[in-house]
């Protein structure tokens, strides 16, 4: 899709932005390393107080910052993490430490982690859940968290696509033991690259700064070099003063537009929103089901061409366990696949068709449209198009 000029209309970079790389460069500081009152120190301290946490800890990246939360989670090689099938930024994040990604269903309405399937596949073997919630939307969090308590589980928030996002007016990224958020170039905030840790436990949060951290000498433990530098920190702090305004007068308003659209529309069904959650616009997503109805998902898919309507379908097609990466377990490509011995002595669990019944229903019936960078004026010519497709289709 050609986003064109309407890019500028909804997430700028302007004077703020400038002034504070000014600023940078003014201090001649660009790390956080004897940098104190720097743009790091000061992103890390706006965002624990936007989202009422009692530290945040910038990082480079948001696939580095999932990593981290595992490293410091007390999972070890052939353990079992389990996340949730949709994206597959979870499973990847175990993977990098020869964690065994095991994968909880979803809830057919919401796209998010079903409480009762996380329950389902604890074992003795589980260390760790990675929760995403997806989409902007929260997953049931309280109770994951109370089912984490009980089994004495690591919680790892995957609050990517979630700034704004609250479960019973609190800001998701808070409830588990750490809040991963991205501010990759398509998320609600953007840095270009870049993501931030939540952390409401001091011990924690102190060994992740202090011992564990990558720096001259030898680190307690193994770890990488997750910081941020202070170029992206001072672009981080002018966007963050913005974000409310951006997510709910564009991203949230838009996906209202299309909402609206398919509204008594049978065959296409809203995602449900419980009554709990505060949703921050970030992908506009139903579900087909047509064939319930006698149409044809293929013609559905026609129009979408024709008509130009912009529309993605099936979102990955299939599960992440479905794909040959997990499946042949071969990470690394060294020829010691992680479903095979030692790890199979501490771990019997495989990846097979059906083992996410709900998740392998929905992905396909996935209809998604990114709306990132759509801008209110191409929500409502999307929204007429979609309505279009929608009568011709009820037409037969």
Not at 364 to 384: D, G
Request: hydrophobic fraction near 40%; charged fraction near 20%; charge should be positive.
């Amino acid at each position: 899709m050609n986003y064109g000029p309407f890019a500028r209309q909804l997430r700028t970079l302007g004077k703020a932005e400038l002034a504070n790389l000014s600023e940078v460069l003014r201090r001649g500081r660009m790390s956080i390393f004897f940098n104190e009152g720097g743009f790091v120190e000061r992103f890390q301290g706006a965002f624990a107080k936007y989202t009422g946490a009692k530290h945040a800890l910038a990082r480079c990246n948001g696939m580095c910052a999932l990593a981290e939360a595992v490293s410091v989670s007390g999972a070890k090689a052939g353990n079992e993490i389990i996340c949730d099938p949709v994206v597959h930024f979870g499973g990847l994040a175990a993977l990098y430490w020869n964690c065994i990604p095991r994968f909880a269903d979803i809830e057919a309405d919401t796209y998010c982690m079903d409480p009762a399937s996380l329950e389902a596949n604890i074992t003795k073997n589980t260390k760790a859940v990675i929760v995403t919630h997806l989409w902007g939307l929260p997953a049931r969090i309280d109770e994951i968290r109370a089912i984490c308590r009980k089994h004495g589980l690591f919680l790892i928030e995957d609050c990517a696509h979630a700034v704004g996002t609250r479960w019973k007016g609190r800001h998701v990224g808070t409830f588990g033991n750490i809040g991963m958020f991205s501010f990759q170039e398509f998320k609600q905030l953007s840095t270009g690259d870049g993501a931030m840790n939540l952390v409401n436990d001091e011990k924690l949060a102190w060994n992740m700064e202090n011992v564990w951290k990558f720096s001259g000498e030898s680190p307690a433990m193994m770890t990488l070099n997750w910081r941020m530098n202070e170029m992206t920190a001072a672009v981080g702090l002018a966007q963050l003063a913005k974000v409310d305004r951006i997510v709910k007068g564009t991203y949230n308003a838009s996906l209202k537009i299309l909402n609206d659209a398919i509204a008594g529309c049978e065959w296409l069904k809203p995602r449900l929103v419980p009554k709990e959650a505060t949703q921050a616009g970030y992908w506009f997503a139903c579900t087909w089901q047509g064939d319930k109805y006698g149409m044809d998902y293929r013609r559905f898919k026609k129009l979408n061409e024709k008509l130009g309507i912009g529309l993605r379908f099936g979102f990955n097609e299939t599960a992440p366990y479905q794909f040959e990466f997990f499946r042949k377990g071969d990470i690394y490509g060294n020829g010691v696949p992680y479903h095979t011995p030692p790890f199979t002595k501490v771990s019997k669990y495989r990846y097979r068709k059906g083992l996410c019944p709900v998740v392998e229903d929905v992905m396909p019936r996935l209809v998604t449209v990114n709306l990132i960078f759509m801008s209110i004026p191409e929500a409502r010519r999307t929204a007429a198009k979609l309505r279009q497709a929608i009568a011709v289709m009820n037409r037969g």
